[in-house]
């Protein structure tokens, strides 16, 4: 799995690429740096956020198995 450095560099870099010498020139290393940290902190919350949701969902089909499991003991008995 990419590290979300590497990926937030990546998409960096490959913004430069689609630039014009001109626009690239106006542009200074701490102006691609900021935007490496801006996307690294935007794929950092939507992992976060993701994780999160399914963290919730296991919680649910947790309780549904357990009740499920319940059912299943009273009619055993």
Known sequence: MMKLSQHAYEVVNSFKQSLDET????LQDENFEELQMLIEAAI????????????????????????????????DK
């Open 23 to 26: 626009q690239r020139q106006a």
């Open 44 to 75: 950092g919350s939507s992992v976060s956020r993701a994780l999160h949701d399914l963290a919730k969902e296991l919680e649910l089909l947790a309780k549904k198995t357990r009740q499920a499991g319940a059912s299943l003991e009273k009619i």
